[in-house]
């Protein structure tokens, strides 16, 4: 979101370059969980790669996220976060991409490819996540596609209160500044 709000202004490269630190920074606040680290260094090696004219394809970014992740922190394997995210991602770029392909024949793109990652993301998290809570509940497939754009609203407009916020308290902070100066 922030590459394609900032890419108009400042071209794509720029617009990359600034999105890092903020990204990097979101992460540092919110926490170094695995599947922040795998999100953000995925995007960080998207980046690099459309950079250098070179593509890479989503499963080599997997890949290359989760050997820099173990590399530097063996444990995190073992971490539910870490099997949840990167199964999650793999079941949707191998198993959703597919079930997506076979349901546009039945439904519209819009409806078929959301429901498809979801397929794919349940499917590839099924085993993990029936191990480690004993449950699983196929009515996710459908609530996943109702929900993620409420739910992308409602992390958005956080997002935009927090810039809102910064920007008065900068505001306050500069009439302070101007008073005093008085």
Known sequence: FLLMLLKPWLGRKRAFFLSLPLIAGYVCIVGLRPSLLRAGLMYFLWGVTRGTERSADSLSLLAVACIVITAADPAAVTELSFQLSFLAILGILIIGKRCAVGLAGFLPRWLATPIGMSIGAQIATLPIAG????????????????????????????????????????????????NAAH
């Open 131 to 178: 191990f480690s809570f004993g449950l699983f509940y196929p009515v996710g497939i459908i609530t996943t596609v109702l929900l993620s754009p409420l739910i992308t609203m409602y992390l958005w407009t956080g997002i935009l209160f927090v810039v809102l916020s910064f920007w008065a308290d900068m505001t306050y902070l500069a009439a302070v500044i101007c």
